[in-house]
């Protein structure tokens, strides 16, 4: 992911990787965070409190537009996961064109969590 990150910005998106399973916690997190050196927002939901609800023992990637909307959805598995090609190539998909993109900046999209 952290090899695709900066493609993945220039499209006018951000990655935003939700962590649930952390043994250690809050300071388990920033560990995993500092080791990882991910230069995009790595956030907790231990206890899969609120991502449990969409995302039931996956790893799965979700590209969400600034309405909040879900434009796709790349499904894995703890030691299948999408990679940071796979959500780039997915996030071009869906992703207006570049004569509407310019026009229209508001329409990028996000991506939740993955690894590349």
């Known amino acids: 992911m952290q090899q695709q990150y900066q493609k993945i910005q ?3 998106a ?3 990787a939700i962590q649930r399973e952390n043994k250690d916690g809050p300071s388990g997190l920033k560990r995993t965070a500092r ?3 991910a230069r995009f927002v790595v956030a907790g939901d231990l206890g899969a409190k ?3 609800h ?3 023992g996956g790893f799965h990637t979700y590209i969400v537009d600034r309405q909040g909307v879900i434009q796709a959805v790349l499904t894995g598995r703890k030691f299948d996961r999408p990679t ?3 959500i780039l190539a997915r996030l071009k998909s869906v992703l207006p064109s570049n004569e509407e993109s310019k026009d229209a900046s508001t329409n990028a ?3 939740g969590p993955g690894r590349g």
């Open 10 to 12: 220039a499209l006018g």
């Open 14 to 16: 951000e990655v935003i």
């Open 35 to 37: 080791n990882s050196g």
């Open 50 to 52: 609120a991502t449990g």
């Open 54 to 56: 969409y995302s039931r």
């Open 84 to 86: 940071g090609q796979q």
């Open 109 to 111: 999209a996000g991506t």
